[in-house]
């Protein structure tokens, strides 16, 4: 298991290169992993954005299988956006909260965007794993990746290496579980395909 000093992985696979700017308070307790892909072809695009950017995860891999931790683990990243409702989507809500989920959801005179807000609002209150991670207890993991033909990249071979090792070391490190484990749009409102090739087992 990987050394953490002062929210850092210290390990020769990690490449330091942590942004002020994407912290945004203590993280207190991690209960998930959320695993992303930039969307970009390149690392260094997304570092690039990451400069000025308040939005972003923790650790960011390259198509070289270069490992960057650009948020310390001990610090929010904004990198989950709104959460669905989980029993609504598994079709495990009681009556009551099916009842409510569906009012959000379908509340006339209310824009999209409002409504999505008002339900991760909603879900927000519940306690892990009542509902999907947030910002507040998870840790994002971006793996480079560009979307051609409307589809986002199958990483390479030694992606998919540094995925498994940063999993298995932050899985180690917060007693994690296999069903801790998400792909962002399993959790959020995201292209299907973002991280469906992304292999972490």
């Known amino acids: 298991m990987a050394e953490i000093n002062d929210g850092k992985l210290v390990d020769g696979k990690v490449t330091q290169k942590t942004f002020s700017n994407l912290e ?13 892909q930039t969307g970009g072809s390149t690392a260094e695009g997304t570092l690039s954005q990451y400069k000025t950017s308040t939005i972003g995860a923790h650790f960011l891999i390259d198509k070289d299988g270069t ?9 929010i990243a904004w990198h989950v956006g709104n959460i669905q409702s989980r029993c609504y989507n598994e079709k495990a809500c009681t009556a009551d909260e099916k009842k409510a989920v569906e009012l959000i959801l379908y509340q ?3 824009s999209y965007s409002t409504r999505i807000k008002n339900l991760s609002d909603h879900e927000a209150d519940k306690d892990y794993p009542a509902r999907y991670p947030t910002n507040s207890d998870s840790l994002g993991i971006e793996v480079v990746g560009e979307v051609a033909a409307g589809k986002y990249a199958t990483p390479t071979a ?5 995925v498994k090792w940063l999993v ?7 007693s994690l579980s296999e069903t801790d484990i998400y792909r962002h749009p399993v959790v959020s409102y995201k292209d299907p395909s973002e991280a469906e090739n992304v292999e972490w087992k």
């Open 24 to 36: 945004h308070g203590s993280l207190s307790a991690v209960h998930a992993l959320v695993l992303h």
């Open 67 to 75: 490992i960057y931790q650009t948020c310390r683990v001990d610090k």
């Open 108 to 110: 006339k005179k209310t």
């Open 158 to 162: 030694t992606q998919t290496a540094s």
């Open 168 to 174: 298995a070391q932050l899985k180690a490190t917060y």
